[in-house]
């Protein structure tokens, strides 16, 4: 069974960083898929943030994230990464990394991820 641990979450004041990892294990190839984040605020649906593709050469993110997060991946270690700086408090929620393992859906639909992790609280509060 695919597990997938996120960490780094907490209290942020707004202008601030966090940066966040999602580690995979009992993965195979794991370089072979590409890795989504997400986010569910209270009271909203859960949204794409950002992805990865499986060789790290593709990169998509939401246009409300775009320019203040980036995203990267270490095959090595498993590991994603998701850097968030310039935080503000409409970036709190609940954020989530998936196994993009899915095809014909685009990357910002949960339809497309296969395997979710526990996910790990953000809040951006002053």
């Known amino acids: 069974q695919v597990q997938l641990v996120e960490s780094g979450g907490g209290l942020v004041q707004p202008g601030g960083s966090l940066r966040l990892s999602c580690a995979a294990s009992?993965?195979?190839?794991?370089?072979?898929?590409?890795i989504g984040w997400f986010r569910q605020a209270p009271g909203k649906e859960r949204e794409g943030v950002s992805c990865?593709?499986?060789?790290?050469?593709?990169?998509y993110y939401a246009d409300s994230v775009k320019g203040r997060f980036t995203i990267s991946r270490d095959n090595a270690k498993n590991t994603v990464y998701l850097q968030m700086n310039s935080l503000k408090p409409e970036d709190t929620a609940v954020y989530y990394c998936?196994?993009?393992?899915?095809?014909?859906?685009?990357?910002?639909?949960?339809?497309?991820?296969?395997?979710w992790g526990q996910g790990t609280q953000v809040t951006v509060s002053s």
């Open positions: 009992r993965f195979t190839f794991f370089d072979y898929y590409g």
């Open positions: 990865i593709s499986s060789s790290g050469g593709r990169t």
């Open positions: 998936a196994r993009w393992g899915r095809g014909g859906s685009i990357w910002s639909s949960i339809k497309g991820y296969d395997y």
